[in-house]
């Protein structure tokens, strides 16, 4: 993994360090990668706004030195459409887990892709609910253990890339902790791109996930998103099954909800 570098430490706040994400846990190369989008980008801190709900990856805004917002479980997009549509100039990230995005924020996440508001959505998916306690998730694969699963859960898991281009999100990918030298260019097309941005990031809960499956150390479950995923463009159909696809899954260029609703205000003289 690339070390972190002098050129990102003005999007750092250093004096939050160290995270309290656990060890090996994915969270902070998905983190990681955002700052890497940033300075990709050569954005200015004090233009950037990132927002975080409740859970693991809620954790995300107390870290980046931007302007930042907290906010209540699964309700991250909602106040992030209040900052965009109040301040469309701002380039606005949204950082949740996979509960937060599908669970409690469900009605949120596909009413801000139907409406293509102007926002980069990263959703860290871990197939787990990790801050309380490793409860069964809209996202857990089924057949696989939680600690209210532990004869497996037999439900069937959300597909959160496929349920974002269903909703209307224009621009829609999925990206895994594994692929982590691909993601900050992937992020940073997230944000280029104007209108809903979604980026599922598939990544490892050592602590709850990994330990009720046996899925082995957190470099293990590296090897276990690998072989459950191929790419946006697969050689044969027997690579497919039981897969997920990972890349750029839709990108599409029509009229955010922010220029539309800019736009009726001027016509009605408001």
Request: aromatic letters at 8%; a neutral charge; one cysteine or more.
């Amino acid at each position: 993994m690339p070390r972190m570098g002098k050129n990102l430490e003005r999007y750092l706040r250093r004096q939050s360090m160290p995270s309290l994400w656990c060890p090996g846990c994915g969270h902070g190369s998905i983190a990681r990668a955002i700052l890497g989008a940033l300075d990709s980008l050569s954005l200015d801190p004090n233009q950037v706004v990132v927002l975080g709900g409740i859970g693991c990856s809620g954790r995300t805004p107390f870290y980046v030195n931007t302007n930042a917002m907290h906010t209540t479980h699964g309700r991250a997009l909602a106040f992030a459409t209040g900052v965009k549509m109040q301040r469309p100039e701002l380039t606005t990230i949204v950082t949740m887990g996979d509960g937060d995005a599908v669970g409690i924020g469900g009605n949120h996440f596909i009413h801000a892709c139907r409406r293509n508001i102007d926002l980069t959505a990263v959703v860290y998916n871990n197939g787990i609910y990790g801050m309380t306690g490793g409860q069964t998730a809209p996202t857990t694969p089924t057949n696989r253990k939680s600690t209210t699963s532990m004869w497996g859960s037999i439900d069937t898991p959300f597909d959160v890339a496929e349920l974002a281009i269903t909703a209307g999100a224009s621009f829609v990918a999925r990206s895994t902790t594994f692929d982590f030298a691909d993601l900050p260019a992937l992020i940073s097309k997230a944000i280029e791109h104007r209108g809903m941005s979604v980026v599922e990031v598939l990544t490892h809960c050592p602590t709850y996930f990994g330990r009720l499956n046996a899925l082995g150390t957190p470099v293990e479950m590296l090897d276990y998103e690998r072989d459950m995923t191929f790419a946006a463009e697969p050689p044969s159909r027997e690579d497919i099954v039981g897969k997920k696809r990972v890349g750029i899954l839709r990108d599409e260029a029509w009229e955010d909800y922010g220029t539309r609703y800019r736009a009726m205000c001027e016509a009605v003289g408001r």
